[in-house]
C-alpha cells in the first residue's frame, strides 16, 4: 500500500503543484508589496492560486497516466472547472463582503464610542475579523492552471 502511495504519479504531481504554488506566493507578494510574509504560503488566495494548479495538475497527469479519453480524466477535469469557477466566482464574493463586513463592524463600533462616549473596542483592537482573502482573481486562477499543467508535464517527463 505505501509502495503504491509512493508510485502515484498523479498524487505527487498534484502535492508538487500546491506546495510549489504556495510558496511562490511568499517572493509574488513581495514584488507587489515590497515586504516579506510568510502567511501567505497557508492563504487561500493570492498569485498562482494553489488550489487551480493542484486540480489542474491532477488532471493533466490523469490524462496523460490513463488517456485523455477515460473516465477519470473526465472526472478530474469537471473537478477542475468546479474548483476554478469556486475560486474566481464564489469564494471571491465571500471575500470582498468580508471586507465590506469587516468595514461596518469596525464603523459601528466608531460610531457607538462617539455616540456613548464609551470606549468601545473595535474588531481591529478585539481581533474578531473575518478573513477577507478567499479566493482570486481571474489570473491567478489562470496563472495557477498553466502553472498545475506545467509541474505535472515536468513531473511526468522525470516520472516516466
Do not use: C
Not at 504531481?13 to 515590497?34: E, G
Not at 487551480?52 to 469537471?78: K, R, Y
Amino acid at each position: 500500500m505505501v509502495s503504491n502511495l509512493l508510485n502515484n504519479y498523479p498524487l505527487w504531481a498534484s502535492l508538487t503543484a500546491i506546495a510549489l504554488a504556495q510558496i511562490l506566493k511568499v517572493p509574488w507578494n513581495y514584488t507587489v508589496t515590497r515586504q516579506w510574509d510568510f502567511n501567505w504560503l497557508f492563504n487561500a488566495g493570492g498569485m498562482p492560486s494553489g488550489h487551480t494548479a493542484a486540480v489542474t495538475s491532477l488532471a493533466t497527469a490523469i490524462g496523460l497516466w490513463e488517456g485523455w479519453g477515460s473516465p477519470l480524466f473526465a472526472i478530474t477535469s469537471i473537478l477542475a472547472i468546479i474548483v476554478m469557477y469556486d475560486a474566481a466566482g464564489v469564494r471571491r464574493q465571500a471575500g470582498m463582503q468580508a471586507q465590506v463586513l469587516n468595514q461596518l463592524a469596525e464603523d459601528f463600533a466608531q460610531a457607538l464610542e462617539e455616540i456613548r462616549h464609551i470606549k468601545h473596542k473595535s474588531p481591529r483592537e478585539t481581533g474578531v475579523k473575518l478573513k477577507e482573502i478567499l479566493g482570486h482573481q481571474p489570473i491567478e486562477v489562470f496563472a495557477g492552471a498553466w502553472f498545475g499543467i506545467g509541474i505535472a508535464l515536468l513531473i511526468y517527463w522525470l516520472w516516466v
